[in-house]
């Protein structure tokens, strides 16, 4: 053991002096597909706390990305072993001769689940954020290049024992980017990655506590996400945690296990009904995953219920568990309230979690006995011997599944790896038919399969009309087909007024316009039946190609300025004029391929972030600001209806006042003529919205509306109708 201060010269003693580990405890999002999620870098996969709103941190596995449906209450990790270790491996007391088990969660006040038990080393710490490959701010000052060989004594003090004579584990960079990668040699191999890396300690229950019974194993973990974009890859998330013995003393006898906590919908949310989650595990894919009881679930986002489709399901697939065979030994079905100091429910001790939960012993969901909860179905057979999917049905709200691990044995320096992806579907068969897509790539050893590049594209609005401008490097691709142009007016959680659903339960929606090389490839796909719902276009080839030149296109009244192509390059033109004045729309631009024997036609998804040059756009069609009167004042919509389309919070609703000119003033009276709201106009966009909210920051009632404008230009008045 040695002090602190002699630590490694090249680790600046800023970073340091600990007293609070979880103060270097940082956050960030996984976004990069239609999967949304924060997660920090000491192991919390997301953060939907279900005690309490204002614990949440949002999103929190939102699926689809943009719905403003979030499905995640706690997802991480857990590793126990045992009494009986060497006492350099283990910290704290243990009189009791208990177990000993860590955890990366913290549910708010759920005993045990209350604390995070593992503490992120300072020298891998952005001063900020948690570190996403595609954000180089979010990275430490400079990255080490070697894993740490020593850990904090007990976490709270600038003490450490350190093990010099340990392998060094080397850590490598990619060579183009700079990010430590997950592939070969530190190459980069997903389109978003995470790495962190963190140490076992006491937990935040003894901060300041002088609670003597703390105990934990002093383990290191660390941790990756791996996300990619695509139709193939863009409903999971793959996460990484390697788990290494920093000590000079083995760890005997280690489980490790995945804690799921998918509430549906989270209970914290306004208006959720606290009805039944029903949980299921198939074997065969090694997916523990679950979904509503009923199908009914209160819509969180303002008014009415969910229909069953928009439920989603979510699971985990584990990918490679450590120890043994790599499958899963445990796996446990349990509630997140009932039972806590039973062998039924979820263990508020971490003895009872160990035993309970992470070894699943003496549960009486278990029949037979062999730590895979099983339940029976109709014909009175455990459905795990009879070929069924295993299922439990949760009381209340917010049920937990944990899958654990065979046991194994880490030497001084050794690790072992737990590889799962958190899976998401509209459907049983779509959550499937996604987990094996995530078993696919991990069995090819994450070789990607991916569509032509996906376009970039510039979008322009002007009055009840959108101009698309997007490249030709799509094209260059050797099995370029066409194009799909999709839109939305919800925030992508849907992409057109039609949808259908594939064989395996995926739903997908028909584009608003499509163009297909003329080249005879065409009709639905042929060559494999499970992808024959696929339209590859029907040779029309409209002529949209334009080149630019004086930063705009030659021969197109564009009107504006074009800020990413320069002259000479050939874009492609797109205007849709059944659009409305004041509704933002969102659009993206999908290239697609013609297919092969082996997988289907591939096309691009929708870029996560419309904000930066990619193939998603965010457009507000409106009129000029009025130059000469008033006589183009409109109020969109009317009638307004509670939750439009567009909105994607429980609580916002908006109406806007559009054709204005630079200045105004709108006073909203109701039916009484008494005065609402007075609104002061001062922009050089011709809309302005109200969000409904009386002077006292009241929403207001249903009922009619009148308005009266004045400005230089003159006055005007109307009438709207809001309808709740």
Not at 525 to 542: F, I, K, M
Request: glycine content about 10%; charged content about 20%; aromatic content about 14%.
């Amino acid at each position: 053991m040695v002090l602190f201060a002699l630590l490694l010269s090249a680790v600046p003693a800023s970073l340091f002096g600990q007293n609070n580990p979880m103060s270097f405890k940082r956050w960030n999002e996984m976004n990069i597909n239609k999967v949304a999620t924060t997660f920090n870098n000491v192991g919390m996969l997301n953060n939907g706390n279900n005690q309490n709103a204002s614990l949440a941190r949002i999103p929190s596995f939102e699926y689809p990305q943009g719905s403003g449906l979030n499905w995640g209450t706690c997802v991480a990790v857990v590793v126990g072993a045992p009494f009986g270790q060497d006492p350099a491996v283990v910290g704290g007391v243990n009189p009791e001769e208990y177990p000993y088990l860590d955890g990366t969660m913290d549910e708010g006040p759920a005993d045990f689940w209350n604390e995070e038990h593992f503490a992120p080393y300072p020298e891998f710490t952005n001063e900020n954020l948690a570190s996403v490959s595609n954000d180089p701010n979010s990275w430490p000052a400079s990255w080490p290049d070697k894993l740490p060989n020593y850990i904090f004594k007990d976490g709270v003090s600038d003490e450490i024992i350190e093990n010099n004579g340990l392998p060094v584990e080397n850590i490598y960079f990619d060579s183009e980017t700079g990010w430590p990668g997950f592939g070969k040699n530190g190459k980069q191999i997903a389109d978003q990655e995470t790495f962190s890396v963190m140490y076992g300690w006491g937990g935040t229950d003894q901060l300041g506590s002088g609670n003597s019974k703390t105990r934990w194993l002093r383990t290191q973990l660390i941790m990756r996400g791996l996300a990619w974009e695509g139709t193939l890859y863009e409903n999971f998330i793959v996460w990484v945690f390697i788990l290494r013995n920093p000590n000079d003393k083995p760890i005997t006898d280690l489980r490790m296990g995945v804690h799921s906590d998918f509430g549906f919908l989270p209970a914290f949310l306004p208006g959720v009904n606290f009805d039944d989650d029903r949980h299921y595990f198939d074997s065969k894919l090694q997916l523990a995953y679950g979904w509503d009881d009923d199908g009914y679930e209160e819509n969180p986002l303002g008014g009415g219920v969910l229909n069953p489709e928009d439920i989603a399901w979510a699971g985990v697939v584990a990918l490679q568990m450590p120890g043994g065979d790599g499958k899963i030994k445990t796996y446990d079905a349990t509630n997140f309230w009932m039972g806590q100091t039973t062998a039924s429910g979820s263990g508020g001790d971490p003895e009872m979690y160990y035993k309970w939960n992470l070894l699943n012993e003496d549960d009486p969901e278990d029949s037979d006995g062999d730590g895979i909860d099983d339940d029976f179905d109709h014909n009175g057979v455990p459905d795990d011997q009879d070929g069924g999917p295993g299922y439990y049905i949760g009381i209340g709200a917010d049920g937990l599944q944990i899958i654990g691990s065979n046991p194994f044995t880490l030497q001084p320096g050794e690790s072992d790896t737990l590889i799962f992806a958190t899976v998401f579907g509209k459907s049983e068969k779509d959550i499937k038919s996604n987990a094996l897509r995530a078993i696919t790539l991990y069995e090819n050893n994450w070789e990607v399969v991916k569509a032509p590049p996906a376009p970039e594209v510039e979008a322009f609005a002007d009055d009840q009309k959108v101009t698309l401008v997007w490249g030709t490097k799509s094209e260059e691709d050797e099995q370029f087909e066409g194009y799909k142009i999709y839109r939305s007016q919800d925030n992508g959680k849907t992409w057109g007024d039609e949808s259908f659903t594939d064989f395996d339960g995926g739903i997908h929606y028909v584009p608003l316009r499509q163009y297909d090389l003329e080249n005879g490839v065409k009709g639905y796909y042929q060559t494999l039946p499970e992808y024959a719902w696929y339209y590859l276009g029907d040779d029309s080839w409209v002529p949209t190609r334009f080149v630019v030149e004086a930063d705009t296109i030659k021969g197109f009244n564009l009107g504006y300025k074009l800020t990413h192509f320069n002259d000479g390059d050939s874009v492609n033109v797109f205007v849709d004029r059944s659009v409305s004045n004041g509704i933002e729309y969102q659009y993206y631009v999908a290239a697609y391929d013609s297919g092969n024997g082996i997988i289907g036609p591939l096309e691009n998804s929708a870029a996560s972030n419309p904000d930066e040059f990619n193939n998603s756009v965010k457009v507000r069609p409106e009129l000029p600001t009025a130059k000469t009167g008033l006589g183009k004042v409109r109020v969109v919509p009317n009638p307004y209806k509670i939750a439009e389309v567009w909105e994607n919070s429980w609580d916002s609703h908006v109406i806007q006042f559009t054709g204005l000119p630079e200045k105004a003033t709108i006073m909203i009276f109701n039916s009484s003529g008494e005065t609402v709201k007075t609104l002061y106009h001062d922009s050089m966009s011709s809309i302005e919205a109200w969000d409904l909210k009386n002077e006292y920051n009241q929403q207001v009632s249903a009922g009619v509306y009148f308005y009266y404008i004045t400005s230089s230009l003159g006055e005007t008045k109307g009438k709207f109708f809001v309808i709740l």
